[in-house]
């Protein structure tokens, strides 16, 4: 374990796999407090969070339920005093085919917007009075290309994601010293996208970096976005060079 975060209390949302797991591993062992989150995979989370180097908890939360979103930063700040970061990965979508308006129901439409937009802002909204006492107070959300190119596993996905990369500038126009910054994968490897055989096949024909993204890979931008002290209202893109060919 290094020490580098020793003292910095992190929330990872939707960690409980992927993305938001392997932040969590990565923060953790560099000295950071992790609180793991899941809206259901508890058995997992709480695997996570045991497995974990430092001083973790679970907290299961739908964050799409705004009193269950509250109820996870009022309780992270009841069991250890502070915030530090907050990085937003929790996320929902579904495969459907942009041409195929019919399948897009609003049911669909609504989960997707209350779980990526929602959630995330929810959560951000009741996080900043805590983070503004830190003294290296960090939000990142996990977004997508899919907010800024119309590609994407849903319209609705696509719209979420391109609504999370604007909150993001826009707070960090607006709550400074506190750094806003998003992760914007391409398409990565993990337990969600396992059968999207023909996506990653064509990530890796069009891509410079001929594969899809890993959760190393965004974890790792996580990681730099934290590390810089100043940088802020950035969308940092890990595609491999994928949108440099759309």
Same mark, same amino acid.
């Given at each position: %374990?290094?020490?580098?975060?020793?003292?910095?209390?992190?929330?990872?949302?939707?960690?409980?796999?992927?993305?938001?797991?392997?932040?969590?591993?990565?923060?953790?062992?560099?000295?950071?407090?992790?609180?793991?989150?899941?809206?259901?995979?508890?058995?997992?989370?709480?695997?996570?969070?045991?497995?974990?180097? &430092?001083?973790?908890?679970?907290?299961?939360?739908?964050?799409?339920?705004?009193?269950?979103?509250?109820?996870?930063?009022?309780?992270?700040?009841?069991?250890?005093?502070?915030?530090?970061?907050?990085?937003?990965?929790? &996320?929902? $979508?579904?495969?459907?085919?942009?041409?195929?308006?019919?399948?897009?129901?609003?049911?669909?439409?609504?989960?997707?917007?209350?779980?990526?937009?929602? &959630? $995330?802002?929810?959560?951000?909204?009741?996080?900043?009075?805590?983070?503004?006492?830190?003294?290296?107070?960090?939000?990142?959300?996990?977004?997508?290309?899919?907010?800024?190119? @119309?590609?994407?596993?849903?319209?609705?996905?696509? %719209?979420?994601?391109?609504?999370?990369?604007? %909150?993001?500038v826009l707070l960090a126009k607006s709550y400074g010293p506190i750094?806003?910054?998003?992760?914007? @994968?391409?398409?990565?490897?993990?337990?969600? $996208?396992?059968?999207?055989?023909? %996506?990653?096949?064509?990530?890796?024909?069009?891509?410079?970096?001929?594969?899809?993204?890993? @959760?190393?890979?965004?974890?790792?931008?996580?990681?730099?976005l934290l590390r810089n002290k100043y940088t802020t209202g950035e969308i940092f893109v890990v595609?491999? &060079?994928?949108?440099?060919?759309?």
């Amino acid at each position: %374990m290094s020490e580098e975060f020793a003292g910095k209390v992190a929330i990872v949302t939707g960690s409980s796999s992927g993305i938001g797991e392997e932040t969590a591993r990565r923060l953790s062992a560099l000295g950071a407090t992790v609180v793991v989150n899941s809206a259901s995979s508890v058995e997992a989370g709480e695997a996570v969070a045991g497995s974990l180097p &430092g001083t973790a908890a679970y907290i299961r939360a739908d964050i799409s339920n705004q009193d269950e979103a509250h109820g996870l930063i009022d309780s992270t700040v009841e069991r250890f005093g502070k915030l530090d970061f907050l990085i937003n990965n929790a &996320g929902w $979508t579904t495969e459907i085919p942009h041409h195929e308006l019919d399948d897009l129901t609003n049911e669909i439409f609504q989960k997707t917007f209350d779980v990526n937009v929602f &959630g $995330t802002w929810w959560l951000t909204k009741r996080a900043i009075p805590h983070l503004r006492s830190s003294d290296d107070p960090n939000i990142v959300n996990i977004t997508s290309i899919a907010g800024i190119r @119309p590609v994407g596993s849903s319209m609705a996905y696509s %719209m979420t994601k391109a609504a999370l990369n604007q %909150m993001t500038v826009l707070l960090a126009k607006s709550y400074g010293p506190i750094r806003v910054n998003a992760v914007a @994968p391409g398409l990565v490897a993990t337990p969600w $996208t396992k059968d999207w055989e023909a %996506m990653h096949a064509g990530v890796a024909a069009t891509a410079p970096i001929p594969r899809s993204a890993t @959760p190393d890979d965004c974890a790792e931008a996580v990681l730099a976005l934290l590390r810089n002290k100043y940088t802020t209202g950035e969308i940092f893109v890990v595609d491999g &060079g994928l949108t440099l060919k759309m």
